[in-house]
């Protein structure tokens, strides 16, 4: 993936109208309480937290409600939420992984279904698509006018990135660790850099391209997935174009 589509993806997001940007909140509350699940309420010793929280900040979720899930879930039992998974392929077979956090296995399996179903998609066991995609660990920064190229690619190779992209934003690949992650975000950050996303990502192997009549089915249902309040992420392979 493109760090320029990527970073067309997330203005979009980020763009969303009021009720969309109240839906992802609910999905970031959903990683924040997974964090705290797994790694316990303190963010210096749970990198996984300190990116949720990295995340809850990039789409601009108010401070107090970030406090005030962490705090609910590290006071709450929340071990009947587990984390599920479901791939398939949408329309023109773009391989599809659903990321989902429920307390009602039925339920988010019926909606996964549904959805795919509904727009000429099919749901396939597990593992049928995940192995089309590598994790990665993804940082943009912004270039502002503060950035400088070689400084920035300086700091990725003496940081052990994997690779660099210089595009609209500079986007820097590395392991999928929640520690080198938080690590690299630091070092870029400490040297005066604005980052504009990170996290650990499924980043495909290669794209499949549709006409436009079967990306509009498509993205309805992507849609259609991130309707529900369990699906955190919904992953895919579609191939991108500059300027979407």
């Not at 400084?151 to 690949?173: G, L, N, P, R």
Request: proline share 1%.
């Amino acid at each position: 993936m493109s760090g320029h589509s990527k970073w067309n993806n997330i203005k979009g997001r980020k763009e969303k109208s009021d009720a969309e940007r109240s839906k992802m909140f609910t999905k970031i509350g959903r990683e924040i309480m997974v964090a705290v699940k797994e790694g316990g309420a303190n963010v210096e010793t749970n990198n996984k937290l300190k990116m949720a929280i990295s995340k809850a900040r990039q789409y601009n979720m108010p401070n107090d409600k970030i406090n005030g899930i962490i705090k609910k879930n590290s006071e709450t039992d929340n071990s009947n939420y587990v984390e599920q998974t479901y791939e398939g392929y949408g329309v023109g077979g773009v391989a599809v992984v659903v990321k989902c956090f429920t307390d009602n296995k039925n339920r988010t399996s019926s909606d996964v279904r549904y959805a795919f179903d509904k727009f000429g998609g099919s749901l396939g066991g597990s593992g049928c698509v995940s192995y089309m995609f590598d994790d990665k660990g993804v940082i943009v920064v912004e270039k502002n006018e503060k950035f400088d190229s070689d400084s920035a690619m300086e700091i990725a190779i003496t940081m052990d990135a994997i690779d660099c992209e210089d595009d609209e934003v500079f986007t820097i690949y590395c392991e999928p660790s929640a520690d080198k992650v938080t690590s690299m975000v630091s070092e870029f950050e400490n040297a005066g850099y604005t980052i504009l996303s990170s996290g650990v990502e499924a980043i495909p192997q290669n794209y499949t391209a549709l006409n436009d009549a079967q990306k509009e089915t498509f993205n309805k249902m992507i849609d259609k997935l991130n309707e529900s309040d369990d699906v955190i992420d919904v992953i895919h392979n579609l191939e991108e174009e500059d300027g979407e």
